[in-house]
């Protein structure tokens, strides 16, 4: 049970901050306040509250969450793009004109299943995280390459060079984060909360 409060309390709290960023920005620029931003905004400081509860209520509990560290370090990544997720579901909502289908959304759920599949330990969250894992690695760093040469454009308008930097700087951070993943969960200790050590036995034997 503290696995799921610490980390989903930190996965909801997390995603409650990234709801709001979009926002406040909205209201800098504009000088008023959305109906649709108040709702984000309420949204938000209700899941950065409920999060917090549940994240305290776990690290009130004395027995120890049984995540070896890789495991933790593969959660962590899961809830950045979590977080990432509900940023830019926030931003097309306040800032893009409601435009909420994008890609993320569609990648949404299927993080939120990885993240079930890590805290409880299901074989099969290991192999497609890694995989993903690997993949988007290779992705990313395909992004901080072409970054400088890519024909980069902000609603029809060319991104000028800091733009570049921070395409470049954001793309390096993710890239970073799912190579800790792969690597994190590749160690024997995590091979083996995930049981795939016996399986291996079994399929050698």
Same mark, same amino acid.
């Given at each position: 049970?503290?696995?799921? @409060?610490?980390?989903?309390?930190?996965?909801?709290? %997390?995603?409650?901050?990234?709801? =709001?960023?979009?926002?406040?920005?909205?209201?800098? #620029?504009?000088?008023?306040?959305?109906?649709?931003?108040?709702?984000?905004?309420?949204?938000?400081?209700?899941?950065?509250?409920?999060?917090?509860?549940?994240?305290?209520?776990?690290?009130?509990?004395?027995?120890?969450?049984? @995540?070896?560290?890789?495991?933790?370090?593969?959660?962590?990544?899961?809830?950045?793009? %979590?977080? +990432?997720? &509900?940023?830019?579901?926030?931003?097309? @909502?306040?800032?893009?004109?409601?435009? +909420?289908?994008?890609?993320?959304?569609?990648? +949404?759920?299927?993080?939120? %299943?990885?993240?079930?599949?890590?805290?409880?330990?299901?074989?099969?969250?290991?192999?497609?995280?890694?995989?993903?894992?690997?993949?988007?690695? @290779?992705?990313? %760093?395909?992004?901080?390459?072409?970054?400088?040469?890519?024909?980069?454009?902000?609603?029809?308008?060319?991104?000028?060079?800091?733009?570049?930097?921070?395409? &470049?700087?954001?793309?390096?951070?993710?890239?970073?984060?799912?190579?800790?993943?792969?690597?994190?969960?590749?160690?024997?200790?995590?091979?083996?909360?995930?049981?795939?050590?016996? =399986? #291996?036995?079994?399929?050698?034997?």
């Amino acid at each position: 049970m503290k696995r799921f @409060l610490v980390a989903g309390g930190s996965s909801v709290a %997390l995603m409650g901050a990234a709801l =709001i960023m979009p926002v406040v920005f909205a209201r800098t #620029e504009s000088g008023a306040w959305s109906r649709v931003g108040i709702g984000v905004l309420s949204v938000g400081c209700i899941l950065i509250a409920c999060g917090v509860v549940a994240f305290v209520a776990g690290l009130r509990q004395r027995q120890s969450s049984g @995540l070896p560290s890789g495991v933790r370090t593969a959660v962590a990544a899961n809830i950045l793009f %979590l977080a +990432f997720f &509900a940023l830019e579901s926030s931003d097309r @909502l306040v800032r893009q004109n409601g435009n +909420f289908v994008y890609w993320s959304t569609y990648l +949404f759920l299927p993080a939120l %299943l990885l993240f079930y599949g890590l805290l409880t330990a299901r074989p099969w969250a290991w192999w497609i995280f890694r995989g993903v894992a690997a993949l988007g690695t @290779l992705w990313f %760093l395909g992004f901080v390459v072409m970054s400088p040469f890519a024909k980069l454009q902000s609603h029809g308008v060319p991104v000028p060079w800091y733009g570049r930097i921070y395409v &470049a700087t954001v793309s390096l951070v993710l890239a970073g984060t799912l190579a800790a993943a792969f690597w994190s969960l590749g160690l024997p200790e995590t091979r083996s909360y995930f049981r795939l050590t016996r =399986i #291996e036995r079994n399929a050698t034997a």
